[in-house]
């Protein structure tokens, strides 16, 4: 991809950082992000990738309106990329999410009315979806055409004895406030981050941009030198880089750089559709955080029972859902379709992820 100019909505971020370092140099990027001046020599300060390089510049929105600021930069543009979305690391109480399912939600409208307003509409449109939304798999992984959908917790969510407790105690308070016919009371057994997922795509699905092809990118944990990697790299540099849970469960991930040569394989490729961008090289926890381990030198790393991740997420104000769900899926659409990924097996990815990081990032000493 080169010579197009390429939105991207919440390009701050971790990912958004890469995918500007990746196609900046050849391309005109626009980044819509929330308190980011239009002025190049402050935005850049806030990214950590000497961006002043790359032909940038950044336009602010609120991620939930048009406004004829950011709405004007579709205007002919090549490709818009919308990453915008809350994090979901942190613990679920009813503000954050709200927040999480309208940081998603409202910012994919504002995007899909922006594009119906121009004369001339992007190529195409990718939004960032994720693989959570195919249910807990220990077996055969979940493809884009036979992937197992459910948004029941039962199907989702491993419990241990704090979450029967937890969910019992919700439902009580849920028949006593509301009854047992109520939304309410029956949301006690929707998994939220299945529900997020769903409620993200639907909204996508809804915008109706006949000029402009849309493609939906189910993304898995992405190894690069941020992100997931940073407390990962901390438990093992402390010793406590063992397994969490049984171990079983699945992690799907892909390396960040096939990340951006996925993008740029499906704008380049006139695709459209949902595509899983994950590598097919799934493993389970267990065998995640050995790799980690021995691609960094640690030979002790203590594991970590249900009950211990449950507590220590409550801790770091976080879930234990996104440590223990098995997610195991499988791009076989873009496989089917000819794309080839870089990094196809963990080890290699993480070590070179690694080459590129200071020792201290990973050693005490």
Same mark, same amino acid.
């Given at each position: 991809?080169? =010579?197009?100019?390429? *939105?991207? !909505?919440?390009?701050s971020g971790?990912i958004?950082?890469?995918?500007? &370092?990746?196609?900046g ?11 980011? %001046?239009?002025s190049?020599?402050?935005?850049l300060?806030?990214?950590d ?6 032909k ?6 609120? !991620?939930?309106?048009v ?8 205007? @002919?543009?090549d490709?818009? +990329?919308?990453l915008?979305?809350? &994090? ?10 709200q927040? +999480? +399912?309208? &940081? #998603?939600?409202?910012?994919? %409208? !504002? +995007?899909g009315e ?8 992007p190529?195409?449109? *990718? ?14 992984? =979940?493809?884009?055409?036979? @992937? ?5 917790? %039962?199907d989702?969510?491993p ?6 407790? #937890?969910?019992s ?8 406030k ?9 949301d ?10 769903q ?5 996508f699905?809804?915008q ?26 901390n438990?093992?540099?402390? !010793?406590l ?6 171990g ?12 951006a ?14 595509y ?9 926890n ?22 211990m ?5 409550? *801790? ?12 195991r ?5 873009a496989l ?14 993480? #070590? ?6 200071? #020792? %201290?990032r990973?050693?005490?000493?």
């Amino acid at each position: 991809m080169k =010579n197009k100019k390429v *939105i991207i !909505a919440g390009g701050s971020g971790f990912i958004g950082q890469a995918l500007v &370092s990746s196609f900046g140099g050849d391309n005109e990027i626009v980044i819509l992000g929330r308190g980011v %001046k239009n002025s190049p020599g402050n935005a850049l300060e806030s990214l950590d990738v000497g961006l002043k390089q790359h032909k940038l510049r950044f336009v602010k929105w609120n !991620a939930r309106d048009v406004e004829e600021g950011w709405q004007k930069e579709l205007e @002919g543009a090549d490709l818009v +990329i919308n990453l915008t979305g809350k &994090s979901v690391n942190c613990r679920y109480h009813e503000k954050e999410k709200q927040e +999480i +399912i309208e &940081s #998603r939600t409202l910012s994919t %409208k !504002a +995007i899909g009315e922006a594009i119906r307003k121009t004369k001339k509409p992007p190529l195409a449109w *990718i939004n960032a979806a994720s693989t959570t939304i195919y249910r807990n798999t220990y077996g055969v992984a =979940n493809d884009e055409f036979t @992937g197992e959908i459910s948004d029941l917790k %039962k199907d989702n969510m491993p419990t241990n004895f704090i979450d029967r407790f #937890r969910r019992s105690l919700n439902r009580n308070i849920a028949r006593r406030k509301y009854g047992k016919n109520s939304p309410e009371y029956r949301d006690v057994d929707i998994d939220f981050s299945v529900k997020v997922c769903q409620l993200w795509e639907q909204a996508f699905n809804e915008q109706l941009t006949p000029g402009t092809r849309k493609i939906t990118l189910r993304t898995a944990i992405v190894i690069d030198a941020g992100g997931v990697m940073v407390p990962l790299l901390n438990l093992c540099k402390f !010793a406590l880089g063992g397994r969490q849970g049984s171990g079983g469960q699945y992690m799907s991930w892909v390396h960040m750089e096939d990340v951006a040569r996925m993008i740029d394989w499906l704008f380049e490729n006139n695709k459209e559709g949902i595509y899983n961008c994950v590598s097919p090289g799934a493993v389970t926890n267990k065998e995640f955080m050995r790799t980690l381990r021995k691609v960094t030198g640690h030979y002790i790393g203590l594991p970590a029972t249900a009950a211990m991740v449950e507590v220590g997420t409550w *801790i770091i104000g976080s879930e234990s859902e996104l440590v223990l769900k098995s997610r195991r899926v499988y791009p076989k659409r873009a496989l089917r379709e000819g794309f080839r990924f870089k990094y196809e097996e963990l080890e290699p990815a993480i #070590r070179e992820v690694i080459s590129r990081l200071p #020792r %201290k990032r990973y050693h005490i000493i």
